[in-house]
């Protein structure tokens, strides 16, 4: 699986930037950016893949994930 870059270079000037995704399924592509990431879990089940840990994931969990760390989840 190939790594990409997720740029997010056009959200400037803000420490803090909230977004409700309600997609039926998680971004698929194996990325990483130098933004830190929170992930709460709010309705699914699934696989997570952050750096070297592959874990399950279920509703209700919370994940922090660090700047420039390689992540993908699948349901």
Do not use: C
């Not at 309600?22 to 309705?43: A, D, K, S, T």
């Not at 750096?51 to 989840?73: C, M, Q, R, T, W």
């Amino acid at each position: 699986m190939k790594l990409h870059l997720l740029n997010r270079s056009s959200v400037v000037n803000q420490s803090l930037r909230v977004t409700h995704n309600l997609y039926p399924n998680f971004l698929r592509i194996w990325h990483y950016h130098p933004e830190f990431e929170l992930v709460v879990i709010l309705q699914s089940t699934g696989t997570r893949f952050i750096g070297d840990s592959i874990e399950k994931f279920e509703e209700g969990e919370v994940v922090l994930i660090g700047k420039n760390v390689p992540h993908v989840a699948e349901r």
